[in-house]
């Protein structure tokens, strides 16, 4: 029953190849013998035939012991016709000789014959059994534990992206004014998720609640550009020389969301497993802050009276002005909506292998955080600049319409399965 155990999974496995591959003739090796399935092409609920070397190597020897019977029993008939003449001892005793060795031969063509008569009986059940399963798919045995819930922790660390109007804005050359530069989110959240929803498979919901993270930061080198009909406090129009040196900008947003996830796929005590998760995370800024350095040149030429000022702080030009600002609050919306797509796997930790179980596992990810409503959408009030892409003492980097955000990110955490202690 061992060998046809070994033999009847691995031609469930040469079927699964076959059927991916779409040939209607098996192949493959048990022990080192050839074991074949044909079906008919088209239709694999219908097989042709079932061979196993084994039994055809059984065969191939039967016929030759056979044939080596037979030229026994012609010998034997001819030395019992020579005994009739001749009797002496020697004839007598190779007469003897000859009937032990045919009567061995025959015992052991009889004790192959039995074990191909066997071998057969073993394909014979093979064959049923494949064609019962085409008729009833294979299932994977269903873990106990997939009807237990799970609490867990995670941290995640990720590079924000973000995308804003005025990040958007290009020079007279075509070039960038604003650079992006590279920042990192950190999350922190405790999850909870619910035993499977449907019987044969992993479909699972979960809630939580998680602090984030997240920071952005720009800048610009050094960038000069004109500006006309620019208009001063006096309603006077000129032409404005803007020139900004090392400017750098960064927002750091903190929120509070609470996670509701869909999954597909869960922890098990016995295995390990993969999952994909959809969430979406309604949120609340709970604090934020800016920070901004550099410095600019504003000069300002009239046309109308031919006059160039580059040094008087009532009409605003003055050289080498600081845009230092620190800490100062920055206008964002406080209700943040983000949708998210996760998958990894979770490891059990115990030698599932040798078929330990543990209720603790380690969960190992990504996932890609976006959102939906805009971080920011702060319209900007400067109007002597209103044609400027980029403004004087004010936020640049959250400024604009539709302030959004990209955050891919790796996940780490530990997950414990709820209830494993009555599963035996």
Known sequence: MSCLKHVFELLLLLCSMNVLFGQNVVTGKYKGHIVKM????????????????????????????????LSLQKELNKLKGKSSVESDDSMQMQLVIQERDLLARKRT??????????????????????????????????????????????????????????????DDSGQLVWNRRMTLSHQLGLYWGSQSLVRNGSLSLGVGLEYSRMRFAAGMGNVSYTLDNAVDIDNDSYTAYLTYRNVEESATLHYLGIPLTLSIGQPYTDRISGYFQLTLVPSFCVASSLNASGYYDLAGYYQQYDLMLDDFEGLGFCPNYSVDQVNESVNVDKFLLTGRLAGGIYLPLCRAQHGKTSPWAVKLGVKLD??????????????????????????????????RYLNPAIEVGITHIIGTKNLK
């Open 109 to 170: 063509v009889d004790s192959l014959n039995k074990r191909v008569e066997g071998l057969n009986d073993s394909l014979q059940f093979v064959q049923k059994r494949l064609q019962e399963l085409s008729e009833k798919p294979y299932r994977p045995k269903r873990s106990p534990s997939a009807d237990c819930s799970n609490i867990g922790v995670s941290y995640s660390m990720g590079i924000p992206i973000l995308f804003s109007s005025m990040l958007n804005q290009k």
């Open 370 to 403: 976006f959102s939906v409503t805009p971080v920011a959408n702060e319209e900007l009030s400067n109007t002597s600049f209103s044609n400027a892409i980029d403004h004087l003492k004010q936020n640049n980097l959250l400024s604009g319409a539709a302030c």
């Open 38 to 69: 044909k079906y008919y092409k088209g239709s694999p609920d219908e097989i042709q035939y079932l061979e196993y070397g084994l039994v055809k190597e059984l065969n191939k020897t039967v016929s030759r012991l056979e044939s080596e019977k």
